[in-house]
DNA sequence: CGGCAAACCTGCGAGC
DNA sequence: TGCTCGCAGGTTTGCC
């Protein structure tokens, strides 16, 4: 589900909340996700303390007191809730729930479970697969227009598909990359290489988009909350995602769609060449 | 290696 | 009301 912005929405909330909590237990309440559980994950994670959480692409990483670190992904359907007691009944696709000593519980809920949860020593994260081949974060210093250039300069695919690419820039899913492509009058079905000599503009528009959209909470879409069970509120400000057939907000035009590797796509036919 | 489609799942809204 | 169909924000895999 979540791009970005939603991932570090997820984030700034839990940390508040249970920064400093320590895990009495913790209940798998099935054996896998979009991969299997680390195995004896329960018993590991049993009477450490949750000493921050970090951000890396869309991951989230729990870091443990002992070393340990919780590495989750929210695929398209994951939330994290914190629940105030442990009373509350476990619903469906309720698949983790780490009681707290304090009588709280963190659950993960994943309807189409294309999430993952694993554990891994903090020295095993350099050599993570998950995190090896991960471009750089689009926010911080090293998403340069330099490096965006020489990516896109060798790619032939439309420019939209590789913006999308997290081994080109990460976090940039497909509701933000139809809206930075906008932002930067840049026609979707362009050709990476043809793009590549407006990489300034690229940088400054999935940085801005990407800025903007967590400053407003995140965007709501199906199912995207907040930890405090509030949605977002960017997909108000949206500019071309889910608009086909409405007016252009920079121009005459009217928003069209189209399918590019299977996601769609939108763009403003006239401002966006 | 690059590009593309399919795969992993369930839920929901649209349309009949 | 109830069914089927298409689509949904991500990432990996395998095929050509």
């Given at each position: 589900?979540?791009?970005?912005?939603e991932v570090?929405?997820?984030?700034?909330?839990?940390?508040?909340?249970?920064?400093?909590?320590?895990?009495?237990?913790?209940?798998?309440?099935?054996?896998?996700?979009?991969v299997?559980?680390?195995?004896?994950?329960?018993?590991?994670?049993?009477?450490?303390?949750?000493?921050?959480?970090?951000?890396?692409?869309?991951?989230?990483?729990?870091?443990?007191?002992?070393?340990?670190?919780?590495?989750?992904?929210?695929?398209?359907?994951?939330?994290?809730?914190?629940?105030?007691?442990?009373?509350?009944?476990?619903?469906?696709?309720?698949?983790v729930?780490?009681?707290?000593?304090?009588?709280?519980?963190?659950?993960?809920?994943?309807?189409?479970?294309?999430?993952?949860?694993?554990?891994?020593?903090?020295?095993?994260?350099?050599?993570?697969?998950?995190?090896?081949?991960?471009?750089?974060?689009?926010?911080?210093?090293?998403?340069?227009?330099?490096?965006l250039?020489?990516?896109?300069?060798?790619?032939?695919?439309?420019?939209?598909?590789?913006?999308?690419?997290?081994?080109?820039?990460?976090?940039?899913?497909?509701?933000?990359?139809?809206?930075?492509?906008?932002?930067?009058?840049?026609?979707?079905?362009?050709?990476?290489?043809?793009?590549?000599?407006?990489?300034?503009?690229?940088?400054?528009?999935?940085?801005?988009?990407?800025?903007?959209?967590?400053?407003?909470?995140?965007?709501?879409?199906?199912?995207?909350?907040?930890?405090?069970?509030?949605?977002?509120?960017?997909?108000?400000?949206?500019?071309?995602?889910?608009?086909?057939?409405?007016?252009?907000?920079?121009?005459?035009?009217?928003?069209?769609?189209?399918?590019?590797?299977?996601?769609?796509?939108?763009?403003?036919p006239?401002?966006?060449?």
């Open positions: 589900m979540p791009e970005l912005p570090e929405t997820v984030r700034r909330g839990l940390e508040p909340l249970i920064t400093g909590a320590t895990i009495e237990r913790l209940t798998l309440r099935r054996k896998n996700l979009r299997p559980f680390t195995p004896d994950f329960a018993k590991r994670v049993q009477g450490a303390t949750i000493s921050g959480i970090k951000r890396r692409a869309k991951y989230l990483l729990f870091e443990l007191s002992h070393g340990e670190v919780i590495l989750s992904h929210l695929g398209m359907s994951g939330r994290f809730i914190v629940w105030p007691d442990s009373l509350p009944q476990a619903a469906k696709h309720d698949h729930i780490m009681h707290f000593t304090d009588g709280r519980a963190l659950v993960y809920h994943d309807p189409r479970r294309f999430g993952l949860m694993v554990l891994r020593h903090e020295d095993e994260l350099a050599h993570e697969p998950l995190l090896a081949s991960l471009g750089p974060e689009p926010l911080e210093p090293g998403f340069t227009a330099a490096v250039k020489a990516t896109l300069g060798k790619k032939t695919a439309p420019i939209k598909q590789v913006l999308m690419d997290p081994q080109v820039v990460v976090g940039v899913g497909n509701i933000y990359a139809s809206e930075a492509l906008f932002l930067s009058a840049i026609h979707p079905q362009r050709t990476a290489s043809s793009a590549a000599k407006h990489s300034e503009s690229l940088v400054r528009s999935i940085r801005q988009v990407l800025t903007d959209a967590i400053a407003s909470g995140g965007s709501s879409l199906r199912d995207f909350l907040q930890v405090s069970g509030e949605g977002g509120y960017f997909q108000h400000a949206f500019k071309v995602y889910g608009r086909a057939g409405k007016a252009c907000v920079r121009c005459p035009g009217t928003i069209e769609t189209v399918r590019l590797a299977g996601r769609s796509s939108f763009y403003c006239k401002c966006q060449k």
